[in-house]
């Protein structure tokens, strides 16, 4: 499965379950997560990846800068992860 379609099914799934989603098209910082959601006053950031695959360095140093600032950030490259988010 490539990382189009993981992002595109799991997106769908979120939205049927309720999840605001908005795909993050470009900011002035590199790495940025690919989507964002958020329900209920959660707000949740997503990186999407074809299975097996893992973010680049740069993609690392940004989530890792997001977290510190206490947004959830996920790595998702499968279906059941991105279930299991947004159930």
């Known amino acids: ?3 189009v379609q993981v992002e595109r099914l ?3 799934y979120a939205v049927a379950r ?3 989603e908005v795909k993050i098209m470009q900011t002035s910082r ?3 997560p690919d989507r964002f959601y958020a329900r209920d006053g959660r707000v949740v950031l997503v990186e999407y990846k074809a299975p097996g695959r ?3 360095p740069q993609q ?3 989530h890792r800068e997001l977290r510190e600032h ?3 950030v996920h790595v998702i490259d499968n279906l059941q992860d991105a279930y ?3 159930r």
Do not use: H, N, V, Y
């Open 10 to 12: 799991a997106s769908q």
């Open 60 to 62: 690392e140093k940004r």
């Open 30 to 32: 590199r790495g940025f």
């Open 18 to 20: 309720g999840w605001f």
């Open 1 to 3: 499965m490539r990382e």
């Open 54 to 56: 893992k973010p680049t």
């Open 84 to 86: 299991d988010l947004f």
């Open 70 to 72: 206490g947004i959830e």
